[in-house]
T-cell receptor, first 114, second 113 residues
Framework: DAGVTQSPTHLIKTRGQQVTLRCSPKSGHDTVSWYQQALGQGPQFIFQYYEEEERQRGNFPDRFSGHQFPNYSSELNVNALLLGDSALYLC?????????????FGPGTRLTVT | KNQVEQSPQSLIILEGKNCTLQCNYTVSPFSNLRWYKQDTGRGPVSLTIMTFSENTKSNGRYTATLDADTKQSSLHITASQLSDSASYICVVSANTGGFKTIFGAGTRLFVKA
């Protein structure tokens, strides 16, 4: 039973570029949430996708966008990268959205913006 | 404002000793509280999840308590091992009809031999 997988593991981009991160949820899960975790901080909620729609969004600018595919996998896109976007990006999956369902996290993608 | 505060920020203990981590929250209306363990550079791994009616829950050497009246939770680690060195994150979810989950900043635990 595969857990949550994310790709790539590490990524280095230049300021102003665009990046796409990918996530496959745990088998049986249909909801994907994305988080940004700066060094030494707790994860900050970016948005959640359920039934291929963005259901909830945290306090992140429109440069952050996403998508969910029919197979429940998801992408996080960040445009016009800033140095401050350097962080660990975590994907978490759960079943049928909502806060009451336990989330399983992927290993994360480490993004470095230079 | 919905907040989750954890203390201490970091902690150093000797292998074999016990320790207790604290979590205070103001998230409302409360749905559940979870403790996660996060190794450096890795994704968080769930330790326990508690709803309003649960006062304590154990997972091996980890025991979490919840006082919904005072909005406090603790995570007690018994007979610590070197592999317990990690960040421990308290996460509180609110039942607002939509998704609202607030993460604490975590407590960084160092277990020394």
């Amino acid at each position: 039973d595969a857990g949550v997988t994310q790709s790539p593991t590490h990524l280095i981009k230049t300021r102003g570029q665009q990046v796409t991160l990918r996530c496959s949820p745990k088998s049986g899960h249909d909801t994907v949430s994305w988080y940004q975790q700066a060094l030494g901080q707790g994860p900050q909620f970016i948005f959640q996708y359920y039934e291929e729609e963005e259901r909830q969004r945290g306090n992140f600018p429109d440069r952050f966008s996403g998508h969910q595919f029919p197979n429940y996998s998801s992408e996080l896109n960040v445009n016009a990268l800033l140095l401050g976007d350097s962080a660990l990006y975590l994907c978490a999956s759960s079943f049928r959205g909502g806060a009451s369902y336990e989330q399983y996290f992927g290993p994360g993608t480490r993004l470095t913006v230079t | 404002k919905n907040q989750v505060e954890q203390s201490p920020q970091s902690l150093i203990i000797l292998e074999g000793k016990n320790c207790t981590l604290q979590c205070n929250y103001t998230v409302s209306p409360f749905s559940n509280l979870r403790w996660y363990k996060q190794d450096t550079g890795r994704g968080p791994v769930s330790l326990t999840i508690m709803t309003f009616s649960e006062n304590t829950k154990s997972n091996g050497r980890y025991t979490a308590t919840l006082d919904a009246d005072t909005k406090q939770s603790s995570l007690h680690i018994t007979a610590s091992q070197l592999s317990d060195s990690a960040s421990y994150i308290c996460v509180v979810s609110a039942n607002t009809g939509g998704f609202k989950t607030i993460f604490g900043a975590g407590t960084r635990l160092f277990v020394k031999a």
